[in-house]
């Protein structure tokens, strides 16, 4: 149960009045990926696997990683050799076994199903995957109960993968059939995603900051433009430079650091506002999954570098506004 964190600061920003952000960056790896590890990994011990692992861009190599470490099971984890050493020492730290590819997402997720058909390890998300998907709708859950049981009008859903989206919009269904909400074909949902990459058509090689989200053939990506036309959404994209921009504003108006595939959303929702696709007064939920400490290199390059001051009171209050 991460916070659902009343925006206000923010919404006052956007010219939105019910803003609220889905903080998932306080999860115990610090994204959203623990969901459909933690499922993935519990299946996998429940059928008696002898190793779990995944291809990753990051945040699912900590998350699988950890629950493995949990669960007692190896953990092989395949990714690009290029994503950021902080995510990757936090996956080395849960005693992960871990192969850099020289390559991208997609040659590290065609080698890791290789691995899972020909050791017979679960691959979480790849032939573990129907079950990893499955845990992903708890973002759907709680929200739906923080709100009070209450369909929000908007939701801003960061896509990769595109699994994500598909398993929240499941999740609003499904408390929708069990008679705890109301008529959730009204909630709109929007695809947020980081220029560069931002195709459901496979691009060989992208190019983002937001190392999450780059992922060149999406495999949910037919269906996430079903689920947008389903509930009347759209899908926006995000520079870098838009993209380091909303991180530096969702942190000074709601405290919230975010990595850039968090970055991304808020970008989304603020061009959102500024076309006019949201009112004033809807309910909006603007999913945010991963903390900042995880991707810090890129904004090391556009945060000011503070110089030294001597430890003299005079200096000091010169400088001090």
């Known amino acids: ?31 959203f990926k623990d969901r459909p590890a933690g499922v993935a990994v519990s299946k996998s011990l429940e059928f008696g696997l002898s190793a779990v692992g995944c291809a990753s861009t990051g945040n699912l190599s900590s998350a699988t990683a950890a629950h493995a470490a949990r669960a007692g099971l190896p953990c092989y984890v395949f990714a690009p050799s290029d994503i950021e050493m902080a995510k990757i020492a936090q996956a080395l730290s849960y005693g992960a076994r871990y192969t850099p590819i020289k390559g991208t997402y997609d040659d590290a997720n065609r080698i890791a199903a290789y691995v899972g058909d020909s050791k017979g390890y679960g691959i979480v998300n790849i ?55 109301g008529d959730v074909s009204q909630m709109s949902v929007e695809a947020a995603q980081a220029r560069g990459c931002a195709e459901v058509t496979p691009v060989e090689r992208p ?15 037919r269906y996430v433009l079903k689920r947008l036309a389903q509930y009347g959404g759209s899908a926006d994209d995000a520079t870098d430079q838009e993209i380091m ?36 007064g809807d309910t909006v939920v603007c999913y945010i999954t991963g ?19 001597e430890a003299d009171l005079g200096k000091i209050a010169a400088v001090i506004k």
Not at 153 to 159: A, G, I, S, W
Not at 207 to 221: E, N, R, Y
Not at 245 to 274: C, H, N, Q, Y
């Open 207 to 221: 190019d983002t900051v937001a190392k999450s989200l780059a992922i060149g053939d999406p495999g949910d990506g």
């Open 245 to 280: 921009d909303a991180i530096l504003l969702l942190a000074r108006t709601e405290g919230v650091f975010t990595e850039p595939a968090g970055g991304v959303s808020v970008a989304a929702l603020r061009k959102m506002a500024e076309s006019g696709r949201i009112d004033s």
């Open 127 to 181: 032939n573990m995957r129907s079950y990893y998907v499955e845990g992903s709708k708890t973002l759907a859950f709680e929200v739906a109960e923080q709100l009070g049981w209450r369909v929000p009008d908007h939701l801003v859903v960061p896509v990769g993968s595109g699994a994500m989206l598909n398993a929240i919009c499941k999740g609003f269904e499904e408390l929708q059939q069990a008679s705890l909400l």
């Open 291 to 309: 903390n900042g400490l995880k991707s810090i290199e890129p904004l090391m390059r556009v945060l000011p570098r503070p110089q030294a001051v």
């Open 1 to 31: 149960m991460t916070p659902l964190l009343r925006a206000d600061r923010l919404g006052s920003e956007l010219g939105i009045d019910n803003l609220y952000i889905k903080n998932d960056s306080v999860n115990p790896t610090f994204s």
